[in-house]
């Protein structure tokens, strides 16, 4: 069982940044992805952003391409999501997700992630 956290979370402005955390434990080393997702009020959940545990690819929704970066800590148990030129459309609360298969990056569904951590808000205001 993998065990996330998620921090950095906040109130920014739009056009403002944020950095978000997502630190794992457990067993992290059998993820083959690390992946975020958010969920506004009444939406579902959407795909954000995704990294391999030991590729150099990275994925993101076409919604933050461009704006959004994620990196992967030395310690290579966090993950750090780069959010820049945040919108008010951004606003949602952020969910760190791993996944054990391929199928995390290729499909890129909450369906394919198999453990969650609890959710950090992030507000954009106009």
């Known amino acids: 069982q993998v065990q996330l956290v998620e921090s950095g979370g906040g109130v920014v402005q739009a056009g403002g940044s944020l950095r978000l955390s997502c630190a794992a434990s457990?067993?992290?080393?059998?993820?083959?992805?690390m992946g975020w997702f958010r969920q506004a009020p009444g939406k579902e959940r959407e795909f954000v952003t995704a990294?391999?545990?030991?590729?150099?690819?990275?994925y993101y929704a076409d919604s933050v391409k461009g704006r959004f970066t994620i990196s992967r800590g030395n310690a290579r148990n966090t993950v750090y999501p780069q959010m820049n030129s945040l919108q008010p459309e951004d606003t949602a609360v952020y969910y760190c997700?791993?996944?054990?298969?391929?199928?995390?990056?290729?499909?890129?569904?909450?369906?394919?992630?198999?453990?969650w951590g609890q959710g950090t808000l992030v507000t954009v205001s106009s």
């Open positions: 457990g067993r992290a080393a059998s993820s083959y992805a």
């Open positions: 997700a791993a996944g054990r298969t391929l199928k995390t990056v290729v499909e890129r569904t909450p369906n394919a992630f198999d453990a």
């Open positions: 990294i391999p545990w030991s590729g150099a690819n990275t």
